[in-house]
């Protein structure tokens, strides 16, 4: 049975777990992680991943179902290798499930796979996504249909190689009292199979209208966007990096401005978390992931979810992830 704040499934390392209510149940598209003696370095060659398994639950307090492999590396013509965080959605009466890549000359790019159920299998096309760059697909399909793609991430990620919306194999970070790198956006096509127009950088600005600093290594945005919408709001979530918080940021549109808001959840066991905001029967739901199964060990993570509570206000209460 799955339990909140326990590794959702154990026979395989899992991560990045994007969550959506298809079909009346709970899906979860999560990265696969694999073990190996490689590397471990700020490039991410530890995350050696090559597949995705889809997972459900009927309820969260029900069985964590691991559907098998729903899309293989090899079958991806485009691809070299690192199948990194995936996400998923519903439209046209299909679902399409989108990844990062990295393509054969070792650029990260996006990709995507269609299916006519939610587990999977997925069939992939022929090319990454024309246009796209970097890591961590998230699509949010809005109440007026129109669906948006929210990607990128720091450092192995790419997202400053892009600033020019041109790769730049040798890029300069920005100064740390510059404005953060943003996440991008771009809406999709309405065959979910393209970006209808050059992403555009996300601007998320502090509560007197500044924009979040580079250096503000507790708020700036680092990789793992996560765009859901609360009483009508657009709630924009993300990984700050190298401090390790999940943090939030909220807007009145898809594209934001974004005005920060505080942190989600407080730094896991392990590197990374990377998260999916979902709403499931009324309550509503963190998924994310630590290396707790594996005792520490960075690229082998499991995930798992808690509840999330709003105040009045729509601020959401922060948490603590060893703590009810
Ligand atoms: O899983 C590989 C990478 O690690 C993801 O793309 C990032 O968000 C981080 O979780």
């Known amino acids: ?145 129109k669906a948006y793609i929210y990607f990128g991430g720091l450092w192995g990620g790419q997202l400053e190689s892009w600033m020019t919306n041109n790769f730049t194999k040798d890029f300069v970070e920005p100064a740390a009292d ?9 809406e999709l096509s309405d065959d979910m199979l393209s970006l209808k127009e050059i992403p555009q950088e996300i601007l998320v600005v502090d509560e007197e209208g500044n924009p979040i600093k580079a250096g503000d290594e507790d708020k700036r945005y680092f990789e793992g966007p996560w765009m859901h919408k609360y009483n009508g709001k657009y709630y924009l979530s993300y990984s700050t990096g190298t401090t390790h918080y999940l943090v939030y940021a909220i807007g009145d549109s898809p594209k934001g401005p974004f005005t920060y808001k505080g942190k989600i959840l407080d730094p896991v066991i392990g590197w990374t978390t990377h998260h999916s905001i979902v709403e499931f029967k009324g309550k509503w739901y963190l998924f994310y992931h630590d290396s707790s199964l594996s005792n520490g060990v960075n690229h082998l993570r499991c995930v798992k979810f808690r509840e999330l509570k709003y105040n009045e206000d729509g601020t959401i209460i922060p948490m603590k992830p060893y703590e009810e």
């Not at 994007?18 to 003696?37: G, N, Q, R, T």
């Not at 510059?178 to 771009?186: I, L, Q």
Request: aromatic share 12%.
């Open 1 to 145: 049975m799955a339990k909140q704040n326990e590794p959702l499934v154990t026979h395989i390392y899992t991560a990045d777990p994007s969550a959506h209510v298809f079909e009346d149940k709970i899906y979860i598209y999560p990265s696969h992680d694999l073990d190996h003696d490689g590397e471990d370095n700020d490039d991410g060659d530890q995350y050696k991943m090559e597949d995705y398994h889809i997972l459900s639950m009927d309820d969260v307090d029900a069985p964590c179902v691991d559907h098998g492999e729903a899309l293989h590396m090899k079958d991806v013509p485009w691809v070299s290798g690192q199948m990194w965080a995936p996400d998923a959605a519903f439209k046209n009466g299909k679902y399409y499930l989108y990844f990062p890549a990295r393509d054969k000359n070792g650029i990260f790019r996006l990709g995507v796979a269609t299916s006519d159920r939610p587990e999977g299998p997925f069939k992939p096309e022929e090319s990454f996504i024309l246009g796209s760059f970097s890591i961590d697909p998230a699509v949010l399909v809005d109440d007026d249909d």
């Open 178 to 186: 510059a404005p953060m790198v943003g996440p991008r956006v771009a």
